[in-house]
């Protein structure tokens, strides 16, 4: 059993808000967090069992009475009807933490959520296991600025190898696959995985009736992490059109297994790539989807940058996200091929960050930072992520941080 960061939050937000809605991709942990969070008197009922989701789409009356609060509902987004009777106990009995919820398909949910609870509710988003999480240290993760304060924070975190990194990026971050490790295991896992969860969610919301295709989109995504997004590419590749691209991507987002990162713009010239940033979320999935037999293939193959910087980028927004924090995240990247991998704005700074696969940074790792300058922010402390020993100062504000301080 591993501690989530995301303990501290939830019990923070049930003191203010009647409803809470825990969403993010299946097999992340969100039940398990909710149980473990819960007292004795919280009932669980789970949507998964077809009676009960017959009871709530059907007669939606009748199963808010048979399951009065504080309870646990999972799997919400199999009756969105249950919404406005939900509503109807909120506004009664006025009392923070009745309803904790669960979903996976944020397809489903938003629109009778925004319709019906806004203001009464609570949305948090959870991915797999953070790197902190895994190493014991749930407790102590904090959204990630590249500031001095963070620095300091977590310089005594243990260092890792290279080889250690990439073992976990290929492993992944389900609870299930760190619980047994086992690489027969692990090919299980994502196996079932693809085959009961993606394609039987997608079914339930598009009509895909070609598996084959869809599985060769999955891998096509995958193969595209860390890159810009190419519908047309994307779309030649798998032998569909930009239409259908276009709606199974929302899905995979809607479903919390990818991440378009959107450019910086904003009151800026028009020489900037607009294009969003496609990145795979779990890095296992990613791994197992293209192929790579084990680490040591992955660390030395084609890959390995794309994917450590999708490791990276995950890691940090997981930092967010458990914390309950938005994430307001973009990269920057202009016609003449100038790029920061992740722009991070807080407040009015902007915090640049680039990802790099060395252990020796040159200081024109950072030399696209400048280009912020001219944007209406402020420029705040920049860092390089990459296999340092120990932070090293490139410049007077800007940072090589080794990659196990997230």
């Given at each position: 059993?591993?501690?989530?960061?995301?303990?501290?939050?939830?019990?923070?937000?049930?003191?203010?808000?009647?409803?809470?809605?825990?969403?993010?991709?299946?097999?992340?942990?969100?039940?398990?967090?909710?149980?473990?969070?819960?007292?004795?008197?919280?009932?669980?009922?789970?949507?998964?069992?077809?009676?009960?989701?017959?009871?709530?789409?059907?007669?939606?009356?009748?199963?808010?009475?048979?399951?009065?609060?504080?309870?646990?509902?999972?799997?919400?987004?199999?009756?969105?009807?249950?919404?406005?009777?939900?509503?109807?106990?909120?506004?009664?009995?006025?009392?923070?933490?009745?309803?904790?919820?669960?979903?996976?398909?944020?397809?489903?949910?938003?629109?009778?959520?925004?319709?019906?609870?806004?203001?009464?509710?609570?949305?948090?988003?959870?991915?797999?296991?953070?790197?902190?999480?895994?190493?014991?240290?749930?407790?102590?993760?904090?959204?990630?600025?590249?500031?001095?304060?963070?620095?300091?924070?977590?310089?005594?975190?243990?260092?890792?190898?290279?080889?250690?990194?990439?073992?976990?990026?290929?492993?992944?971050?389900?609870?299930?696959?760190?619980?047994?490790?086992?690489?027969?295991?692990?090919?299980?896992?994502?196996?079932?995985?693809?085959?009961?969860?993606?394609?039987?969610?997608?079914?339930?919301?598009?009509?895909?009736?070609?598996?084959?295709?869809?599985?060769?989109?999955?891998?096509?995504?995958?193969?595209?992490?860390?890159?810009?997004?190419?519908?047309?590419?994307?779309?030649?590749?798998?032998?569909?059109?930009?239409?259908?691209?276009?709606?199974?991507?929302?899905?995979?987002?809607?479903?919390?297994?990818?991440?378009?990162?959107?450019?910086?713009?904003?009151?800026?010239?028009?020489?900037?790539?607009?294009?969003?940033?496609?990145?795979?979320?779990?890095?296992?999935?990613?791994?197992?989807?293209?192929?790579?037999?084990?680490?040591?293939?992955?660390?030395?193959?084609?890959?390995?940058?794309?994917?450590?910087?999708?490791?990276?980028?995950?890691?940090?927004?997981?930092?967010?996200?458990?914390?309950g924090v938005e994430a307001n995240f973009y990269y920057y990247r202009d016609l003449d091929q100038r790029e920061i991998d992740l722009v991070i704005e807080s407040g009015d700074v902007l915090y640049p960050v680039e990802f790099k696969k060395t252990a020796t940074p040159s200081k024109t790792a950072s030399r696209s930072f400048s280009l912020l300058t001219k944007l209406d922010k402020?420029?705040?402390?920049?860092?390089?992520?990459?296999?340092?020993?120990?932070?090293?100062?490139?410049?007077?504000?800007?940072?090589?941080?080794?990659?196990?301080?997230?």
């Amino acid at each position: 059993m591993y501690q989530r960061t995301m303990l501290n939050t939830i019990k923070e937000i049930s003191e203010v808000f009647p409803a809470l809605l825990v969403t993010g991709p299946r097999q992340v942990g969100k039940t398990t967090l909710l149980e473990i969070c819960a007292t004795d008197e919280r009932q669980y009922v789970t949507l998964d069992d077809l009676d009960i989701r017959e009871m709530a789409q059907q007669d939606p009356g009748l199963f808010v009475q048979m399951y009065p609060p504080p309870i646990i509902i999972d799997e919400i987004q199999y009756a969105p009807q249950l919404f406005s009777y939900l509503k109807i106990v909120i506004d009664r009995e006025k009392k923070p933490g009745m309803f904790w919820l669960t979903g996976s398909q944020k397809f489903h949910l938003m629109h009778g959520i925004t319709e019906t609870l806004a203001g009464r509710i609570a949305i948090v988003d959870l991915l797999g296991l953070s790197q902190a999480e895994l190493d014991g240290r749930a407790d102590k993760s904090s959204p990630f600025l590249p500031t001095q304060q963070w620095i300091e924070h977590n310089r005594h975190v243990k260092p890792k190898t290279i080889q250690e990194v990439f073992q976990q990026i290929w492993q992944g971050f389900f609870p299930l696959v760190n619980k047994n490790p086992q690489e027969s295991a692990r090919h299980f896992f994502y196996s079932s995985y693809i085959q009961t969860y993606l394609q039987r969610d997608v079914r339930s919301i598009l009509n895909v009736s070609n598996e084959t295709r869809f599985y060769n989109f999955l891998i096509a995504v995958a193969a595209r992490t860390g890159q810009l997004l190419n519908y047309a590419e994307l779309a030649r590749d798998v032998g569909v059109d930009n239409k259908t691209v276009k709606a199974w991507l929302s899905i995979l987002e809607a479903s919390g297994l990818v991440y378009l990162l959107r450019p910086y713009y904003r009151n800026i010239t028009k020489r900037l790539v607009k294009t969003p940033k496609l990145y795979f979320l779990d890095t296992g999935l990613c791994s197992y989807l293209t192929k790579w037999p084990n680490a040591e293939s992955l660390v030395s193959g084609s890959m390995s940058g794309a994917i450590l910087e999708t490791y990276l980028f995950a890691e940090i927004l997981k930092s967010y996200w458990h914390n309950g924090v938005e994430a307001n995240f973009y990269y920057y990247r202009d016609l003449d091929q100038r790029e920061i991998d992740l722009v991070i704005e807080s407040g009015d700074v902007l915090y640049p960050v680039e990802f790099k696969k060395t252990a020796t940074p040159s200081k024109t790792a950072s030399r696209s930072f400048s280009l912020l300058t001219k944007l209406d922010k402020k420029l705040g402390d920049g860092a390089v992520m990459c296999f340092v020993n120990k932070y090293v100062p490139l410049s007077n504000n800007v940072t090589a941080i080794p990659v196990w301080y997230l």
